[in-house]
């Protein structure tokens, strides 16, 4: 229930006040399934292009952060060519920083980012 009704909110945030190049809608009948597209920064490699993402909330969430990945191929030292990303926020503690007190919202927000600033530290990619 808590599921439900936090995901509807931030849905609804998300279509009325999106975070700058950034969209997210419900995919499909259930309402864990999420799609999301990220517009490519300004100044970065991926300047004009337009990023397809798939999420997947869990049941537990918010105690469990949603899983993430890019659709649309892309080249990047923290993202793997089935589009898993390697952040921080996205995994749950010790090795994570997930917290119940983030969102959809701003885990795309720091996607946006690290398309902009790879963390070179912790690449899924090392060859990149």
Not at 26 to 39: D, H, N, T
Not at 99 to 116: D, F, G, K
Request: hydrophobic letters at 40%.
């Amino acid at each position: 229930m808590q599921r439900a009704s936090r995901l509807k909110r931030e849905l609804s945030l998300l279509a009325t006040e999106p975070p700058p190049g950034i969209t997210c809608w419900q995919e499909a009948p259930q309402l864990g399934q999420l799609r999301a597209q990220i517009l490519g920064g300004v100044d970065t490699p991926y300047e004009k292009g337009i990023f397809t993402l798939e999420i997947v909330v869990p049941e537990r969430y918010p105690f469990e952060p949603p899983k993430i990945r890019f659709l649309t191929p892309i080249y990047h030292p923290n993202i793997d060519s089935a589009g898993r990303i390697c952040l921080d926020v996205l995994k749950l503690p010790p090795k994570g920083a997930w917290r119940p007190s983030l969102n959809i919202s701003t885990l795309l927000t720091s996607i946006q980012l690290l398309m902009a600033e790879p963390n070179p530290d912790d690449p899924l990619m090392a060859d990149i």
